[in-house]
C-alpha cells in the first residue's frame, strides 16, 4: 500500500467505507433468507447461515441476550473486552488495534488459532471497524482494509472481512433497561480446497456459541469489579 498523508488516510477508512460497510452490515441485519443452523434454548443462543449469492460466501448470524445494560455493555466492549478477545474466546490468538483514527473507527488486526487439527490452518485479519449508533442501538461495521507496513504473514493465510460483517449491540425489546441484544454477523472465507462448508459449518455454528458464552462470562467479572 502507498504511503498516504494521516489525514487522508482517515479520511479514507473513515469517509466513504464506513457508510459502504455499515449499510452493508445493516443489510445483513435485516436480510429475510437466514436459514435456522442450530438454536440453543437453555442459552437462549440463535446461529443462522445464508449463501451470499453476489459475494459467493456463506455468512453466520448469531442472535443472544446479554444480561447487561445496552450503553454498559457498549462502553465496556469499546474500551476493554474486545481488546481482551483472546483472553475470553479461545478461537481468537491476537487482536490488536493498530490505530484508532477516531473514536468510533478503527484499524484492527487479529489471528485466529487453527482449527480441526491443522485442516483449517492460522489465519489474520486486517480490517476497519466503523461504530454508529442509531437511535438506541449501537452498530459496529467490519470491512477488509489495508494499512502501511502490515503485510502478510508468511505463516498466515489473509482471511477477507467482506462487507457486511460486524456487531450490533441494543436494548433487548422485552428488558429494555436491564438486558441487551447483541446481533454477530461474520463470513466463513476460508479459501480452505477440497473441504466442502457442510462439513465445517457445524464446527463454526458451535464457535458462536462459544463466543457468546465467553464473552458473557467474561462481561459478568467486569461488572463485578465495578460494583
Known sequence: MSMMHPLLLCEEKCGGEGERSL???????ERKDWT???HYSKEGITVKS?????KLMYFLFTEA???FECDWTFGDMRDHTLEATPEW???VKEYSVLERLTDVCWVVHEVLEPKLGGIVAS???LYASHCRKIGDAYFVSMGSTEWPGVEPRENLVRAEVPEGCGLSISPDPSHHTTRTLLRWVFSLDLKIPLVPVSFLL??????CRQFILGLR???SARQLLKA
Do not use: T
Not at 445464508?50 to 453476489?54: A, I, L
Not at 457445524?202 to 464457535?207: M, R, T
Open 217 to 219: 462470562k467474561h462481561l
Open 50 to 54: 445464508v449463501y451470499d449469492q453476489e
Open 123 to 125: 489465519r489474520e485479519m
Open 202 to 207: 457445524p464446527f463454526h455454528v458451535e464457535a
Open 36 to 38: 435456522l443452523q442450530k
Open 89 to 91: 474466546y479461545s478461537d
Open 23 to 29: 449499510e452493508n452490515f445493516r443489510f445483513n441485519l
Open 65 to 67: 441476550p446479554l444480561d
